[in-house]
């Protein structure tokens, strides 16, 4: 998490307590009611000053801290009988693995004594739980942050960043098999896999400082390694060590679904969490699932050179976003080779000599070298102890919380993917920022006023924010459609990306944008002026008002 981020949590959590405060009104329930209601405001702002007073202080010697600072401090004096971490591997073992996890899990690790008592104890340290510990600790909070894996979670360890590494190595070597289009003559395009995912694994150790144990030391957090679980309605047990709390966060993530395929597990396959350590190219990968997941790395792989077969139980990838955006992602996949494997079920795995064998529903057999299953997230609930703690939960589902992320225990809140349908590293941070203003302050702070887009990072990019069309419909919001193919925008012309467009829902009669879905390049990148507009309730009069450079 960067310093940015940091100082746009603290930014944010005061002035929203603020804006909660200055958005209520005074109970109509006589003089004295009024009268307790502005006493109860003079208060709260005066304990937000005094806090924010003392979270400023914090906050500059947070920005002034250099990781080399830490280092030179060294691991923690021993007390007691501290447990260290439990040393964990991430394959291959080379030299930006082992400073990776330097980083994220440093194996010299010492936990800290605790205080009497936290103002708050964060469990999980993927994006949501880094942003609610560090945003707490700038505000002037005792925080602690326990972890049983690796810091920075899913996103920086197996997810958005070594996911994108590989994503922007195929698109290049598509971009020198097509540069012939463009009156530029390279020869056939060679992929050095093991280079590709050597470069990953050199970008992804380079950024792991940011999300380290000894920042978060650093910036005030006290960091537990091990594994966390609740004995009672405010405390935490980990390492050995009893943590008690007036208020708790649960970040814990999840973790790839397992597929209920008969003999897969004794056949072996991979997921998003070990795809990564791969060093040599499969020849035919499988990949099961035809989401967001299965999309993106089929791709990948088919750009890298594998002979990919995707197959998906329903008849679109992508099932969940537009139709139109569906099928054009489908052309671009068969465009780069991929065999479409669509409506089907896989019933059952097996070994066949060399190869993997996948059986489908319809009688036919995939083989492959390698098996990828991307079919969907588990929450990580299980090993809590939340049933100790009062926290109601689905195993499925994740952890029950209310709009303001509270949990069926008062003193408990989550966030992130252990207990949202947004499972994004953007929502996640969004939601830590809730936290924060509903834990540590008089916060009416609400996960539904949140305007959350996401984006699929094919080649096109699928992106979107709001409602689709069959969405509004349900909910009988009546909408005009407005659509622009990029075969009709010049700097796609020009680019030779024609393939898509970009459809916006607005209130019927009216400019004001309700939902919109944009199929290009560089989706991802545009759909973020259309959720500003949404946000600022603002319309397509204001975009047409605005000047863009051409083309």
């Known amino acids: 998490m960067l310093p940015g981020t940091l100082l746009y949590v603290y930014i944010g959590s005061t002035v929203g307590s603020a804006a909660a405060l200055a958005g209520g009104k005074p109970p109509d329930s006589g003089i004295l009611g009024r009268v307790l209601w502005w006493v109860g405001l003079g208060a709260t702002v005066l304990v937000t000053v005094l806090v924010t007073r003392q979270a400023r202080q914090a906050l500059q010697k947070a920005l002034k801290t250099k990781?080399?600072?830490?280092?030179?401090?060294?691991?923690?004096?021993p007390q007691g009988d501290d447990q260290g971490a439990e040393p964990l591997t991430?394959?291959?073992?080379d030299e930006f693995n082992r400073k990776l996890l330097d980083n994220v899990h440093p194996s010299h690790w010492v936990n800290p004594a605790p205080p009497p008592r936290y103002h708050l104890v964060v469990v999980g340290a993927g994006t949501a739980g880094l942003v609610t510990a560090?945003?707490?600790?700038s505000l002037g909070a005792r925080v602690a942050l326990i972890e049983r894996d690796l810091f920075g979670g899913d996103c920086l360890n197996v997810g958005c960043v070594p996911s994108k590494a590989?994503?922007?190595?195929?698109?290049?070597?598509a971009e020198v098999r097509a540069a012939g289009r463009f009156g530029v003559h390279t020869g056939e395009a060679a992929v050095d896999f093991p280079a590709v995912m050597e470069r990953m694994r050199r970008l992804r150790s380079d950024m792991s400082g940011n999300d380290s144990a000894l920042r978060f030391r650093g910036l005030g957090v006290d960091v537990y390694l091990g594994g966390g679980q609740f004995t009672g309605k405010d405390t935490v047990e980990v390492a050995g060590k009893t943590l008690r709390f007036r208020r708790a966060a649960v970040t814990t993530g999840a973790r790839a679904a397992k597929p209920d395929i008969l003999g897969l597990a004794d056949v072996g396959y991979l997921t998003n969490e070990t795809v990564f350590n791969l060093t040599e190219l499969p020849r035919r990968l499988a990949v099961v699932g035809a989401g967001p997941i299965g999309c993106e790395l089929a791709q990948a792989f088919a750009r890298f050179g594998s002979e990919v077969a995707l197959l998906g139980t329903q008849l679109v990838l992508l099932p969940r976003e537009d139709a139109k955006a569906s099928e054009l992602v489908k052309q671009a996949m068969v465009q780069d080779g991929v065999k479409l494997f669509l409506g089907v079920g896989v019933v059952r795995a097996e070994i066949n000599g060399m190869d993997k064998v996948l059986h489908l529903a319809d009688g036919r057999e995939v083989r492959a070298d390698a098996i990828l299953v991307g079919v969907g997230r588990t929450p990580n609930v299980a090993w809590l102890g939340l049933e100790a703690a009062g926290v109601t939960y689905d195993p499925k589902k994740g952890?029950?919380?209310?709009?303001?992320?509270?949990?069926?225990?008062?003193?408990?809140?989550?966030?992130?993917d252990v207990c949202s349908r947004y499972q994004f590293t953007h929502a996640a941070d969004a939601m830590a920022r809730i936290v924060i203003q509903n834990a540590l302050f008089y916060g009416g702070a609400k996960v539904s006023s949140l305007t959350i887009p996401w984006c699929t990072y094919t080649e096109p990019e699928v992106a979107h924010v709001g409602l689709y069309e069959h969405e509004a419909k349900e909910k009988g919001v009546k909408v005009d459609v407005f659509m622009q193919e990029m075969g009709h925008v010049d700097r796609?012309?020009?680019?030779?990306?024609?393939?898509?467009?970009v459809k916006v829902l607005v209130h019927k009669g009216?400019?004001?944008?309700?939902g919109a879905t944009i199929v290009a390049r560089h989706?991802?990148?545009?759909?973020?002026?259309?959720?500003?507009l949404i946000v600022a309730k603002g319309g397509l009069r204001t975009l047409g008002q605005t000047i863009h450079p051409y083309p």
Do not use: C
């Not at 992320?405 to 966030?415: D, G, H, M, Y």
């Not at 009216?510 to 309700?514: A, P």
């Open 166 to 173: 590989l994503l922007r190595a195929a698109r290049a070597a």
């Open 510 to 514: 009216t400019d004001r944008i309700v």
């Open 134 to 137: 560090a945003g707490a600790a």
């Open 90 to 93: 991430v394959a291959p073992s």
């Open 492 to 501: 796609a012309i020009l680019d030779g990306d024609t393939e898509g467009f």
């Open 67 to 77: 990781e080399g600072d830490d280092k030179d401090k060294g691991p923690p004096t």
């Open 523 to 532: 989706a991802g990148e545009m759909i973020s002026e259309l959720t500003a």
């Open 399 to 416: 952890i029950h919380v209310d709009d303001r992320l509270r949990t069926s225990n008062p003193r408990i809140f989550s966030a992130g």
